[in-house]
């Protein structure tokens, strides 16, 4: 069975830094790409940042110079970290594994950036 488990949401000021985590297990097919999203209240979930094959990345305009995507395939984790946070950051950050086979998502981690 496929988890993808996110961690490292929680309260910040703005101008703040939070670190987001995504443990992946049970991934039975190949992966094209990992990153995360996010989904405001109101709003649709939109791309935020993803990590593709040999490691290029790829970066909404709104976060581009702020959000940096990494990973670790040893230990099948996938790394967000977020500094000069802004309000308008304020979400649930989801993990996203896209294969070539199903798409898998985590439950979210709610990232909350107070003025």
């Known amino acids: 069975q496929v988890q993808l488990v996110e961690s490292g949401g929680g309260l910040v000021q703005a101008g703040g830094s939070l670190s987001l985590s995504c443990v992946a297990s049970?991934?039975?097919?190949?992966?094209?790409?990992m990153g995360w999203y996010r989904q405001a209240p109101g709003k649709q979930r939109d791309s935020v940042a993803v990590?593709?094959?040999?490691?290029?990345?790829n970066y909404a305009d709104s976060v581009k110079g702020r959000f940096t995507i990494s990973r670790d395939n040893a230990k099948n984790t996938v790394y967000l970290r977020m500094n000069s946070l802004k309000p308008e950051d304020t979400a649930i950050y989801y993990c996203n594994c896209a294969t070539w086979g199903p798409d898998y998502w985590g439950q979210g981690t709610q990232v909350t950036v107070s003025s």
């Open positions: 990590i593709v094959s040999g490691g290029s990345t």
């Open positions: 049970g991934i039975k097919f190949p992966i094209k790409s």
